[in-house]
């Protein structure tokens, strides 16, 4: 059974730094793409960043340039660097784990999650 520990959550202020690390058990991590989706109050889930088991990465495009995904296999730990942080970031942050080597940026493609972690950014 793969569980998925969010941590690295907090409140900053506008243009602070946050790096949250989501730590994975329960099968092979390096098989297995992973990825960090958002949740706004009122509003969906959306996709925020992925990594496959080869370290290639993708982004939403309002968070290009800022935030960074990145993974650790030794450890089973994928990290999302967030740089620059805005108002408009503040969202809880899930980490997502695929069932495959490479995933996109569909919530369908995500079967296990985590429980989330609330980052907040002040202006």
């Known amino acids: 059974q793969v569980q998925l520990v969010e941590s690295g959550g907090g409140l900053v202020q506008t243009g602070a730094s946050l790096r ?11 098989r297995y793409a992973m990825g960090w989706f958002r949740q706004a109050p009122g ?7 992925a990594i496959s088991g080869a370290g290639g990465s993708n982004y939403l495009d309002s968070v290009k340039g800022r935030f960074t995904i990145s993974r650790d296999n030794a ?3 994928v990290y999302l660097q967030m740089n620059s942080l805005k108002p408009e970031d503040t969202a809880v942050y899930y980490c997502a784990a695929a069932n495959t080597y490479y995933s996109g940026s569909y919530r369908y493609e995500y079967p296990h999650w985590g429980q989330g972690t609330q980052v ?3 202006s």
Not at 20 to 30: D, E, Y
Not at 43 to 49: G, I, L
Request: proline share 0%.
């Open 20 to 30: 949250l690390s989501c730590a994975a058990s329960g099968r092979t991590f390096s």
């Open 43 to 49: 509003k969906t889930r959306e996709f925020v960043a």
């Open 75 to 77: 450890k089973n730990t």
């Open 120 to 122: 907040t950014v002040s």
